[in-house]
């Protein structure tokens, strides 16, 4: 968790040769337009490029007569230049002005016959491009390049953009002792140097830094090896998804993080980091609250019942532990949203957990799982059946009514929780509509390849998931608020669709996850016969063969870690598996569309925008 988001650096984004060149080759995407190697040193970049229909070639060879060919923005040889012309091609120079400056520097000072000097590193792109504007260039990249320099003849020294200050200030300070008289051009750009600075202050005062940017970048590279000098505990991470793979394998949830992006970085990426790491530390708190404030409710009731009451009181309290609270943080944000702050949410948050904790006993049930949150379930803790099955009805009723009861309580006025209660109902009532679709459909005559089916399906994602986890907690969180009619239906368009995506990646999980990830059976939604899109769509496309193996195993009893295999294979093979992320995707988007257009402060904007990427991007 991030405990003072205010660390996470807002120098970050692209320099402006390098958005500048992104913006003229976006401008001119149009079809069969080369680009001469790389325009920009970042990977995402570029593979969005290539996804456009952008054709990148490393040899002039391979750029026909008379094409259109954009030039990257570290610049090229003159040369290159010059065979472009030869071949009649249109040339898009997206070479950075800082960069062109040198080039014409360079060009100059060679042709009146001075020895030029480029501080910086031989291989990088930039570099090998200057050194195509003159005829006697040296690189100077160490310490042992200053050696065997003739220092009588005339000198001009230029700066790699990107090179490091340090050595720099070294390596002229060097020439200039021998040679007084040396021209010393500073092409050093500020831009870099001051994220470095930045980087530098937040690296002091941090336990973890995330440097954001590419590996081919020279100065993502620098950025990285200057903060991991300073604060040991910083790593180099493309994108969220690297982020979240180093997040769940070493990051201590305690630390203060700093987030720094390097000059060629896409200020959108680190800001989806910085709106993923603002929402895991808001949840994070909700998180703390409810629990706290759950138990104590719990433990306290329980203490006051006598014997079998009592018993059932502690099951249920037990059973509530171990929840991830994202429906009581939805209840926590609605609020933030709507009023700016939070005063009454917290009783109210507490009983919605404990409502979903109840509804998950009776799902479990349904299910037929003997585990939940890692704990078996209460209808598999005892030894007669029916006694089990009772019992657990009866505790899972428990908590419906309980939930009722707190929220009856709740310090708010009693219009606002008439208001409250209203929603409440609504999203209970549209809860179980959805877990009876659930349970009738697998036993129904909808084939799972009709437009019926899709429909079905559909429903059950919108009532069973998307109202109760995200819409409908969100909204009652907004009421706490007093939030207006027009907030209220812009909270729900905006969750709606990512609920589904959220169920649709939970599907996913259900399928592809590990036991040891999902706290129940890596097999449950096998057994279950769950019914998802990616049975729907696997059912459309499989083969004969593919579909009497679903028939066998989609749905079998005791199914074996071979029998899924098989079956995730075929929803891999028939495209069932890239159709589900697929949509997955398109929902988010909308989501964050309408989010973008919602009229509220940047911060309840960023945790709404790292909502969205925690529920898709999450792993269990």
């Known amino acids: 968790m991030v405990k003072d988001v205010a660390m996470i650096s807002k120098i970050s984004g692209f320099c402006y040769g390098v958005q500048s060149a992104i913006d003229t080759a976006r401008a001119n995407a149009t079809t069969n337009v080369y680009m001469y190697s790389d325009l920009v040193n970042n990977s995402t970049v570029m593979a969005q490029f290539r996804r456009q229909g952008f054709i990148v070639v490393e040899n002039t060879n391979d750029i026909p007569a008379g094409a259109t060919v954009i030039l990257r923005a570290h610049g090229v040889p003159k040369a290159v230049y010059e065979n472009l012309n030869k071949k009649g091609v249109t040339i898009i ?54 050696q065997n320099i003739n220092w009588q003849a005339p000198i001009c020294v230029v700066g790699q953009t990107t090179v490091k200050r340090d050595w720099w200030t070294t390596a002229t300070a060097h020439i200039l002792q021998h040679n007084p008289a040396a021209d010393i051009r500073d092409t050093l750009c500020n831009v870099v140097t001051n994220k470095v600075a930045k980087a530098v202050e937040i690296a002091r005062a941090a336990n973890h830094v995330i440097v954001v940017g590419d590996k081919k970048s020279a100065n993502s590279l620098e950025m990285y090896n ?30 203060d993080i700093g987030l720094v992006g390097s000059a060629s970085t896409p200020g959108e990426t680190v800001e989806k980091i910085y709106d993923y790491l603002t929402f895991a530390n808001f949840m994070a708190s909700a998180k703390q609250e409810i629990d706290q404030h759950s138990d104590q409710y719990l433990q306290q009731l329980a203490n006051q019942r006598e014997s079998f009451i009592k018993d059932a009181v502690t099951d249920l309290y037990l059973q509530n532990q171990g929840g991830k609270r994202i429906r009581g943080t939805m209840i926590k944000l609605g609020e933030l949203i709507a009023v700016g702050n939070n005063q009454n949410f917290l009783p109210i948050a507490s009983a ?9 006993i009776h799902d479990d049930i349904i299910d037929r799982s003997a585990t939940r949150r890692g704990k078996f379930t209460i209808h598999a803790k005892e030894g007669n059946p029916h006694f089990a099955l009772s ?49 009738s459909l697998p036993y129904s005559p909808i084939p799972p390849t009709t437009p019926e089916y899709d ?50 990646k939970d599907d996913l999980l259900g399928m592809y996850g590990a036991t040891e990830t999902l706290g129940k059976p890596a097999t449950s939604d096998l057994e279950e016969k769950k019914q998802t899109i990616l049975y729907g769509h696997a059912c459309k496309h499989a083969t004969p063969a593919q579909m009497q193996i679903l028939d066998n195993l989609y749905g079998k009893q005791n199914a074996t870690p071979q029998d899924l295999e098989d079956v995730r294979k075929i929803f891999t093979d028939t495209g069932a598996r890239h159709f589900a992320e697929a949509e997955i995707r398109r929902l988010s988007n909308v989501s964050l569309e309408l989010i973008a257009a919602l009229q509220i402060n940047d911060n309840c904007k960023s945790l709404l925008r790292g909502l969205v990427y925690y529920l898709i991007e999450r792993e269990n």
């Open 226 to 255: 200057t903060c991991a000098a300073i604060c040991p505990n910083t790593v180099f991470v493309a994108n969220l998804e690297e982020f979240l793979q180093f997040r769940h394998s070493g990051l201590n949830p305690e630390s």
């Open 391 to 439: 019992r657990a009805i009866c505790i899972g009723d428990y908590g419906l009514f309980l939930a009722n009861k707190i929220i009856a309580n709740a310090p708010v006025s009693d219009a606002t929780k008439v208001c409250i209660f209203r929603q409440f109902a609504d999203v209970e009532l549209t809860t179980l509509e959805g877990e009876i679709l659930d349970v």
């Open 93 to 146: 120079d997206c070479t950075c002005d800082k960069i062109k400056k040198i080039h014409e520097i360079v060009e100059e000072e060679s042709a009146n016959g001075k020895q030029v000097f480029i501080i910086g590193k031989k291989d990088h792109p930039e570099v090998v491009g200057i050194c195509g504007w003159c005829s006697n260039a040296t690189v100077l990249e160490t310490k042992a390049d200053l």
């Open 455 to 504: 429909n079905a399906v559909y429903q059950i994602y919108t009532s069973k998931t998307a109202w109760y986890t995200l819409a409908g907690p969100m909204m009652i969180g907004a009421i706490c608020g007093n939030a207006n009619d027009n907030l209220l239906k812009s909270l729900r368009d905006i969750t709606l669709p990512l609920g589904i995506a959220f169920q649709i």
């Open 352 to 360: 919605y957990e404990i409502f979903q904790t109840a509804i998950l």
